[in-house]
């Protein structure tokens, strides 16, 4: 059984930085398309970065430049480093996990079937 477990979110000020990080169990992460999605009360899930089995990387635009996605096999980690943070970012943070590569391209919530229960970012003006 596949688990996802997130932490590292936080309160910050515009312009600083946080790492989140995502624990998996019952898996391993370098056989699985990986993710990092975010929400805001009132919006849609989004898709902010994946990274493919493969060691492909896709962002969204509003991160592009800011946020970099990256795991370590050895750890069994998922983790997003995130730069100059914007109160636009402020969101609950998910990782998500699926076998398949369809979310790689897409990015949408619906080809992901592992989700964690979420790490919230707020960020200040």
């Known amino acids: 059984q596949v688990q996802l477990v997130e932490s590292g979110g936080g309160s910050v000020q515009a312009g600083g930085s946080l790492r989140l990080s995502c624990a998996s169990s019952?898996?391993?992460?370098?056989?699985?398309?990986m993710a990092w999605f975010r929400q805001s009360p009132g919006k849609e899930r989004e898709g902010v970065a994946v990274n493919s089995r493969f060691g492909r990387l896709r962002y969204a635009d509003s991160v592009k430049g800011r946020f970099t996605i990256s795991r370590d096999n050895a750890k069994n980690t998922l983790y997003l480093q995130m730069n100059n943070l914007k109160p636009e970012d402020s969101a609950m943070y998910y990782c998500a996990a699926d076998r398949s590569e369809n979310g790689y391209y897409n990015l949408s919530p619906r080809d992901f079937s592992s989700w964690g229960q979420g790490t919230q970012v707020t960020v200040s003006s």
């Open positions: 019952g898996y391993t992460v370098n056989t699985y398309l």
